[in-house]
């Protein structure tokens, strides 16, 4: 079957193309806007350390506590780390290590 060729689609007048362009516009600067309210509040979010409540039934409701001390107060350090500034009683190195 041999296809016809399509007609044009006749232009729009200046008036609709206009108004085209105007809901074009609002819809970019709703979704821009809509995008830096988003990103801004990620942002935010991280560098206040927000969080959203976890939603816990009555009797599942426990309170949790740092086991660590938080970020400052390390505790003790099992797997590496550095134990600069603490004493643990051993004695310091003494001697040259040159001739």
Not at 3 to 28: C, F, G, M, Y
Not at 40 to 46: F, N, P, V, W
Not at 67 to 87: A, I, L
């Amino acid at each position: 079957m041999i296809d016809s060729p399509a007609t044009p689609q006749p232009r729009l007048s200046k008036n609709e193309a206009l108004e085209r362009i105007r809901q074009l516009k609002r819809w970019v600067v709703g979704g821009s806007m809509a995008t830096f309210l988003a990103v801004g509040g990620l942002i935010s979010a991280h560098t206040f350390n927000w969080t959203l409540p976890s939603i816990q039934s009555d009797s599942n409701q426990q309170t949790q506590q740092d086991t660590n001390g938080g970020f400052f107060n390390q505790g003790s350090q099992t797997n590496g780390g550095s134990n600069v500034g603490t004493s643990n009683g051993s004695q310091p190195v003494t001697g040259s290590g040159s001739s």
